[in-house]
């Protein structure tokens, strides 16, 4: 029977101003190897799209985009539209959505650094298939292997994270996985800017490279310890105090133990937290796992990142300069995210998502009105308006950097109670995903029929989620992970949904 019975929530009582402890190099030194997990999904994302604008990678697996590459010229849009080189690049993320509700239980029941180690073989595994692709079958195959270790990354490593973390600084600490993700992009970026002349199996290199963040996730996770929470949720309590203890730098963390005590107890009781988490108890949560992740894809970020090179060679750009330009972009997604992890813990999530709504929504109206006057069919931007869209891309992708970007993953993890927390961040990563595979599936499709209309159509999405963010989200600032139950029923809207509490 599952544990719907109960109306109480995770914690008896809030005991946040009694938490005890200081900031140890040992937990910022274990979120950091941690956190390297948010590599295998950025440099996927930044391979992807210098890859499929590679002629040698084209000739091979996909002649018939080649050739349209080379001989479209009536729609400068439409040039790069095919479905099966758009299947290339989603076909990972359909796999990392079911991986990811596959990882749950496994995170649950074994831990979160079980699902670090599985996630990190599965991609080395993908990264080795894709390196030596022969034909169309294997690079797909490959590409589901790496599918499944960004799903079990992603499950797991912001959950680690998030329970690693001292309340305090729990958001800059947890967005080390999105530093890591654009760290990753930016690398791969680089990677491809130095592989495309690498005649004729640079494109070889750029995919095969993508071992060197799985072993490093593979490697981190045997050398970590698990959290605390999941130790307690596995009954290994005495465990969990002396790594409590070691992770804070005191022995007074008697406060913050009897939470994670608390939590685990009713945990226990729930047998089908998937069956749960649809309970109006929960539906705060719910809401927050559904929405944040698919309004985070669809602010655009990711068709601009995966597609970055091709985009750029759509508006006139040469291979080189295209594929230099992704590179500038993914250097200021990398760096942007700093200014998040400076700021998080003191200005709050909710001002840092709303502010950076409003930049992301004026540069795609300043992009569409760019190409809509300025660029067509058999017409190429002047090197003056291509300067100022990269400018302006840049300046998007800066603001998605300190806003979305990392809170996107970061307010998701450390909302759900102990009960549903592996359920809620399976939901979490599967929506993420399933949006990802959407956009990327349908984006050079949409560029095509939508033309400079597709920012305008993300930049109405944008509007709807930052409206969604000022009236919906309540600031999460401070609040013990285990005591999140207790900001909900404070929320003006959320208190009149919840059940009264036993």
């Known amino acids: 029977m599952a544990g719907g019975s109960f109306a109480t929530d995770s914690v008896a009582k809030e005991r946040a101003q009694q938490y005890k402890g200081r900031v140890t190099l040992y937990v910022i030194i274990t979120c950091i190897v941690a956190a390297t997990g948010g590599s295998l999904f950025g440099y996927d994302i930044g391979i992807s799209g210098g890859v499929t604008s590679m002629d040698d990678f084209l000739q091979k697996f996909f002649p018939d985009v080649y050739k349209q590459k080379m001989h479209a010229h009536e729609n400068n849009y439409c040039k790069f539209n095919s479905q099966a080189l758009a299947a290339f690049t989603s076909s990972l993320y359909i796999a990392g959505l079911v991986a990811s509700l596959i990882a749950s239980p496994v995170t649950r029941k074994y831990g979160r650094r079980m699902s670090i180690i599985c996630g990190g073989m599965s991609f080395l595994v993908g990264s080795a298939l894709n390196a030596a692709a022969a034909n169309l079958v294997m690079l797909i195959i490959g590409r589901i292997m790496l599918g499944v270790g960004i799903g079990f990354g992603n499950q797991a490593v912001p959950l680690y994270l998030s329970e690693m973390a001292p309340t305090h600084l729990r958001g800059g600490l947890n967005m080390m996985f999105q530093v890591a993700t654009t760290f990753g992009i930016f690398t791969a970026n680089m990677v491809n800017y130095g592989t495309q002349n690498i005649k004729p199996w640079g494109w070889r290199l750029s995919l095969g490279l993508a071992a060197v963040p799985a072993i490093l996730m593979t ?284």
């Open 219 to 502: 490697g981190g996770g045997i050398c970590l310890p698990d959290t605390p929470n999941s130790l307690v949720n596995r009954g290994l309590t005495e465990k969990a105090r002396k790594l409590l203890e070691k992770i804070r730098g005191t022995d007074d963390v008697d406060a913050e133990f009897q939470d994670m005590v608390d939590a685990s107890e009713l945990a226990s009781s729930i047998k089908h937290p998937f069956r749960n988490i649809l309970e109006k108890r929960y539906r705060p949560e719910l809401v927050m796992a559904i929405f944040m992740p698919t309004f985070q894809i669809l602010t655009g970020i990711n068709s601009i990142l995966f597609y970055a090179p091709v985009l750029f060679q759509t508006m006139g750009f040469g291979r080189t300069a295209s594929l230099y330009s992704s590179a500038l972009t993914g250097g200021v997604l990398a760096s942007s995210t700093f200014i998040s992890i400076a700021t998080v813990d003191r200005l709050g999530r909710r001002p840092l998502l709303i502010s950076g709504g409003i930049q992301m929504i004026t540069c795609q109206v300043i992009v569409a009105i760019i190409l809509g006057v300025k660029f067509g069919d058999n017409r190429e931007l002047s090197k003056g308006f291509s300067i100022l869209v990269v400018v302006v891309i840049c300046l998007f992708v800066l603001a998605f950097g300190w806003s979305w970007g990392p809170l996107g993953w970061t307010v998701p993890s450390e909302i759900f109670p102990l009960e549903i927390r592996s359920a809620g961040q399976s939901i979490t990563v599967s929506v993420n995903l399933l949006f990802t595979f959407i956009i990327a599936q349908a984006f050079l499709s949409l560029l095509c029929s939508f033309k400079f209309g597709i920012f305008l159509f993300f930049a109405a999405w944008i509007t709807i989620m930052t409206l969604f963010v000022s009236v919906f989200l309540p600031e999460t600032k401070g609040i013990p992970i285990e005591e999140m139950t207790f900001m909900w029923r404070r929320h003006w809207f959320w208190k009149r949904v919840l059940p009264a509490a036993a």
